[in-house]
């Protein structure tokens, strides 16, 4: 059984900083989260991938919305996913999603993700 579990979203001003979490459960194989990535979805739109890694593969993914604002780490351990975001706009403003998966392919698409967590909201405002 993989549990994620995401934190940090909130309300900030246009240019600030957000940084979200993804912390998977204890019990959650290695392999399950090899992949692991932030989707977003915002009211109205389809759930886009922002941001995604798979240890020991092709170089982080990043979409072009977001490149030289948001990063992508992860600790030692590979448990917890992270997204710094950095000089937030209107239009970052969505439920923020991390997934995981055995394997993946950029761009990441959310029918390749089989575990998901419940979600953040992040809100930008002008």
């Known amino acids: 059984q993989v549990q994620l579990v995401e934190s940090g979203g909130g309300s900030v001003q246009a240019g600030g900083s957000l940084r979200l979490s993804c912390t998977a459960s204890?019990?959650?194989?290695?392999?399950?989260?090899?992949?692991m990535a932030w989707f977003r979805q915002a009211q109205g739109n389809a759930r886009e991938g922002v941001a995604a890694?798979?240890?020991?593969?092709?170089?982080?993914y990043y979409a072009t919305s977001v490149k030289g604002r948001f990063t992508m780490s992860q600790d030692n351990a590979k448990t917890t996913l992270y997204l710094q975001m950095n000089s937030v706009k209107p239009e970052d403003t969505a439920m923020y999603y991390c997934?995981?998966?055995?394997?993946?392919?950029?761009?990441?698409?959310?029918?390749?993700?089989?575990?998901w967590g419940q979600g953040t909201q992040v809100t930008v405002s002008s």
């Open positions: 890694i798979c240890t020991g593969s092709m170089a982080p």
């Open positions: 204890p019990s959650t194989a290695t392999s399950s989260r090899r992949c």
């Open positions: 997934a995981a998966h055995p394997w993946a392919n950029w761009p990441p698409k959310s029918t390749d993700f089989a575990y």
